[in-house]
């Protein structure tokens, strides 16, 4: 079991190494001639004008909150899925009420124009 | 075990005994033997890229009528290693005013979640990297490493084209991954473990036969997932120039190609390991190198159903990719879990084939009551097009440049 772990552990690092492996070696093969024109940041050959950190739609933050509430409701769900062959209809029922609430959830956002994107 | 039947394991063997005879301890052996296995692993993965860049440059040139590349080697064959040594060698600028951590990071990022995708599917009886009990559940976190990759770069990049593909990149991974996350409980449901070994071995008969309509909204979400045409908003070139990758140049804009070629792949791997019965196949239980192949083939007609998407529909505007998700896809799922969750412990107790069957007309009734529902919710009218005659060029000699002077 932790064997298993290990494994993973070991294979996150070396997918992690290969493409930096590979970028490290195209920084040694490749011409190195900057200036500061070729170094500007790009802006359709215009000066860069104000910072490129600027304010965004407030629209994204929104859809950020409902994607939360139904990953947090995933986490509650996957448990009950795998023991779902030995539950009994009870348990059956009262998870198909927890998701009917949050069906009532996703309906109360898009009644409210939340799922609008303006 | 005979080399024939599974030479992969034979040689996995093999090698172990190697390492054995030299003399190690059983625990340095590990740690050495899960190296080298990742290594192969992954590298092997890295250098699958190339064909699959070649694979689907041809077939995306088929598609439109072009021949796709073709001048080098058969079949313009060696076309991707003639692009990977170019690239290579061209310079890495790093534009100013960049939070340096964040840009270098993004790209190797981008590829390591693919590749850790890798680590725990079976691509037969006997060859997987590891069998984890939360295989499923793992694949999704690490899809959601993908993201930070992305967001990394757009934000990283010090750049307005960026920072907003980046966005819209987030925006649309984070709201596709809530039907993909719904529609994978299907499985976990029907076979009672999250190890993707066991929901393999489970499959009988496909779940694809037993829940289309989940099978369906993961296909979609997944390909969503992969951030391709039709739902490529975050690199939509007609309006953000080239998205989050705008300021990256060389190899480190090589990566972000490698990692999105080879998630397109593994989108289809993972499809085909859930829902199409993953190296399940006649014989494969006997000869496991036969379910590699029955595993490959699936995988390939998947990957092809892929590019034909990408192939055929033009983009989303933003609107339409959140309505699908939010008003289509969400609710789709969440209703397919409850009618599924139901129908099956009404059913449990009588045969198994009757329960696949009550349960493939429950999916069916779901997708047709959804379709009809969609339906009614679209605007049909549509601005008439196309009804001015038109004069239509046809020249009588196609060689002949017109005002050239040359007769035909």
Known sequence: ?118 | MSFWRDPIIFIIEWAKGLLAGIGWGPGWATIVGFVIGAFVLAAGAMFFVVFLIWYERKLIGRLQDRFGPNRLGPWGLFQPIADMLKIFTKELITPSGVDWIAYNLAPVLSVAAVLMMWAVTPFSKTFFGVNISVGILFLIAVGGLGEVGIILAGWGSNNKYALVGALRAVAQLCSYEVPFVISALVPVMLTGSMSLVDIVEAQNPWYILVAPAAALVFFIASVAETGRAPFDLAEAESEIVAGYNVEYSGLKFGMFFVGEFLHAFTASFIFVTVFLGGWRGPGADQIPVLGLVYFMIKTFIVYFALILFRGTNPRFRIDQMMDLNWKVLTPLSLVVIMVIALVDRLFASSADWLRTVILLAANLAILVVAERLIRRGVKTTRPEVGSRERPVASPDNLFIQPGSGAKG
């Open chain 1, 1 to 118: 079991m932790l064997n298993d772990w290990l494994y993973v552990g070991v294979f996150a690092l070396v997918s992690m190494f290969l493409p930096a492996a590979a970028i490290s070696i195209a920084a040694l093969l490749s011409p190195k001639k900057p200036n500061s024109i070729k170094n500007a940041t790009y802006e359709c050959g215009m000066e860069p004008v104000g910072p490129a950190w600027a304010q965004m739609k407030v629209q994204y933050y929104v859809f950020t909150l409902i994607f939360l509430v139904f990953d947090v409701e995933a986490v509650l769900l996957f448990p009950w899925a795998v023991a779902y062959k030995q539950l009994p209809l009870y348990a059956v029922v009262e998870a198909i009420l927890f998701i009917l609430i949050l069906l009532g959830g996703l309906l109360y956002a898009w009644r409210k124009g939340a799922l609008e994107w303006l």
